[in-house]
């Protein structure tokens, strides 16, 4: 059972505009959603990190906006950069669980110049 | 700090043989969690130690197994491998209590032949 779903599972942003990530939940008892980023060959490295009593934290040129109700949360990347061409995984976790992530199927992202 | 470290980076085993993967965590880390990564099913949570103490399960058979040591590292074995254990095996570490940072390792390439 797939409990976070992520989309779109690949995206083409050209240098400069902004990569929009969407991901929906159904357990609602996540209460802390992060987001990874993936280089090839690396292992994933915490991006951003949300908790659901806001609806938005911005970091840099990264933000996420959360929708508690909708039950949605989405990574906007400011000024698209080819550094930032990765594969971007959101993720969640529940009160209690312990570090378990629940993890999106991923975003590969293309900046292109 | 020095960071996750796994190894090996890669293994080649045969069908039907084990291996034992290993994790050194960021000095100071109680928690490790071992996650599967394979194109098709994505990140998958296996299991989670903290204090030596399997604290989260996955939804893995019982051919894969781990252990944490007094020191922190941890190991993860998994025996009679099948085709399908072909993955990218990922250690992730944090400081102990819940709802902290998880910093992922660069992960070990496991191909079954």
């Known amino acids: 059972q797939q409990q976070v779903k992520q989309s779109p599972q690949s995206l083409i942003v050209q240098k400069g505009g902004i990569s929009i990530i969407n991901c929906a939940y159904e357990n609602t008892a996540f209460d802390y959603f992060p987001w990874y980023q993936q280089f090839p060959g690396k292992g994933p490295a915490l991006l951003i990190a949300i908790r659901p009593d806001v609806s938005e934290k911005k970091e840099g040129r990264f933000t996420i906006s959360f929708n508690k109700s909708a039950k949605q949360f989405s990574l906007h990347i400011m000024d698209s950069q080819p550094g930032d061409s990765a594969t971007y995984f959101c993720?969640?976790?529940?009160?209690?669980?312990?570090?378990?992530?629940?993890f999106g199927t991923g975003t590969q992202l293309k900046v292109e110049l | 700090k020095a960071g996750v470290t796994q190894t090996p980076r890669y293994l080649i085993k045969t069908r039907g043989q084990q291996v034992t993967l290993s994790c050194s965590p960021i000095?100071?880390?109680?928690?490790v969690s071992w996650y599967q990564q394979t194109p098709g099913q994505g990140l998958q949570f296996l299991f989670e130690y903290f204090s030596e103490t399997q604290r989260n399960k996955g939804n893995f058979p019982g051919r894969f197994s781990g252990r944490q040591f007094s020191n922190s590292r941890s190991e993860m074995n998994v025996s009679t491998l099948e085709l399908g254990d072909s993955a990218l095996y990922l250690c992730?570490?944090?400081?102990?209590?819940?709802?902290?940072?998880?910093?992922f390792g660069p992960g070990t390439r496991l191909l079954v032949l």
């Open positions: 993720a969640a976790r529940t009160t209690g669980g312990g570090n378990k992530l629940t």
């Open positions: 000095s100071g880390h109680r928690s």
């Open positions: 992730a570490s944090s400081p102990g209590t819940a709802k902290e940072t998880q910093y």
